[in-house]
DNA sequence: CTGACTGCAAACCCTTTGCACTAAA
DNA sequence: TTTAGTGCAAAGGGTTTGCAGTCAG
């Protein structure tokens, strides 16, 4: 982790900006969290080290984050932004759980692959993707609301 | 298309709703365009074929569409509501043009089965899922912008 | 008639911004 | 000292909701 702090401060060095507690905290809380975080909850647990903290500055310093390439946003469809890090972490996709809320980073290489290939087949140029899978992890599918017998697709 | 015209009136029957003309003509642009649009694409579109049409039921019959099954959410990351309509449109996924905005639908059998056997291997129960794609479409893509040769991943 | 529908505007939620003060370098 | 960083609160942008009048059934 040492290094991606480090990775960090250089990053704010080379485009003129200042290496402050305050971000120092934000990051290192940012890093040590395997959680997709929307920025209240990155708030409130970096305000038990520093309650000074604020809002604002907590969003500004993920927007830092993110352009660092340290840190990337995520959407789980709850109209809230979520960013994960990317401290050890490969591409992966994720399977949402829509009654939990937990989401389980998983990886295929063939679906990689599969995606590569139909890009190319419509001469798109890729930047980045995401592949989100919503339902219910193995703990909650035990017992899924029923309701009218509902089914999506 | 009167089909699916037919299928939301007997939803809003069996609901003790009632089929009114302003949620016909919202529903009948929704299901005539074939574009991903934002809440207030569709009020600009139905105002002209009624212009005493409010915000407020654009929004609300579009829920209404939701809970039919006419219409799905999708989401282009950029901070708004998208709808798409079910009418004619089976499963596919999205390349979506990061500079031109459009988003083109795609299909892949084989991703959909390695999806399949993934969500299986974790013991995950999927409802729905999306994968989308960002980059540059062919036409756009001739004249990506070109800054530091930043790199995502 | 009854109860749902509607437009309007205000309320909401999350995110961003302006300002005056603070703190890196 | 100089310039960026910061908290606060207000502003923004999109979405939802309460209310009183309207309309479908």
Redesign the interface.
């Known amino acids: 982790m040492k290094n991606e702090i480090k990775l960090f401060e250089d990053f704010l060095v080379q485009k003129e900006l200042k290496y402050t507690s305050r971000r120092e905290i934000i990051l290192e809380i940012f890093l040590k969290t395997e959680r997709h975080m929307s920025p209240d909850e990155l708030y409130d647990l970096v305000k038990k080290k520093d309650s000074g903290i604020g809002f604002a500055t907590v969003y500004r310093t993920l927007k830092l984050i993110k352009e660092a390439g340290l840190g990337r ?1 995520v ?1 789980f ?1 709850d109209g809230k932004k979520r960013f994960e890090h990317c401290f050890e972490h490969k ?1 992966h ?1 994720h ?1 949402i759980c ?1 009654k939990c809320g937990k989401a ?1 980073e ?1 990886a ?1 290489d ?2 990689e692959k ?2 590569e290939a ?2 190319k087949r ?17 703990d909650c ?1 035990k017992k ?1 609301p029923r309701q009218g017998g509902g089914q ?2």
Do not use: A
């Not at 419509?122 to 989100?132: A, G, I, Q, T």
């Open positions: 946003e959407d469809g591409h996709d399977l829509i389980l998983v295929d063939r679906i599969l995606q139909l890009v419509h001469k798109f140029n890729p930047v980045h993707h995401r592949l989100e899978i919503f339902g219910y992890c193995k599918d899924p999506g697709g």
